[in-house]
């Protein structure tokens, strides 16, 4: 199988090989590393998908539930990336909306969801004009999760 093959079978990006890393690494280890990086993708979506089981949107674009559960409130709306987990795990589409909704509740004291499944998710905040991307990206940036690394848009 060529290198090249090899890399996509594994799920690793091309970014986070380097040669340095694949010269010094015997084929055992690195099947360790990818194994362990795996799992750890694999953990995390589990874990995601178990606290966020319903990570989209249920309210009219615009709105989202208050505490009594009705659809009204002002909102702010922002952009995530996520494309790769766990140094160099390629994100699943599917999963994507989980694992944002878990790593920013992690982070942010808001009630949010998934408005939009794309490329970027497009996240809903109910935060009563108390937020701006800029808080929210210095929050997250604070956290310091490498696992997951967010990038977060206005």
């Known amino acids: 199988m060529s290198d090249s093959a090899s890399e996509l079978q594994s799920g690793l990006s091309p970014s986070t090989i380097t040669t340095e890393m694949f010269l010094t690494t015997d084929n055992a280890e690195w099947e360790a590393i ?3 990086r795996r799992e750890c993708a694999k953990s995390l979506v589990e874990n995601a998908k178990h606290m966020h089981p319903n990570p989209m949107c249920a309210c009219s674009v615009g709105q989202m539930p208050t505490s009594s559960g009705r659809c009204e409130a002002e909102i702010s709306t922002f952009g ?4 790769e ?3 160099g795990i390629k994100t699943n589409a599917d999963d994507r909306p989980y694992l944002v909704m878990q790593k920013l509740s992690e982070t942010l004291p808001y009630a949010m ?3 939009k499944d794309s490329d970027p ?7 009563n004009d108390q937020c701006t991307i800029d808080s ?3 929050k997250y ?4 999760d490498p696992e ?4 977060l848009i206005g």
């Open 121 to 127: 998710l497009v996240i809903n905040a109910l935060c």
């Open 80 to 83: 995530v990336y996520v494309d």
């Open 113 to 115: 969801c998934v408005r």
């Open 85 to 87: 987990i766990c140094e």
């Open 141 to 144: 940036r604070e956290s310091g």
């Open 148 to 151: 997951v690394p967010l990038k």
């Open 34 to 36: 990818t194994e362990s």
């Open 136 to 138: 929210f990206v210095e």
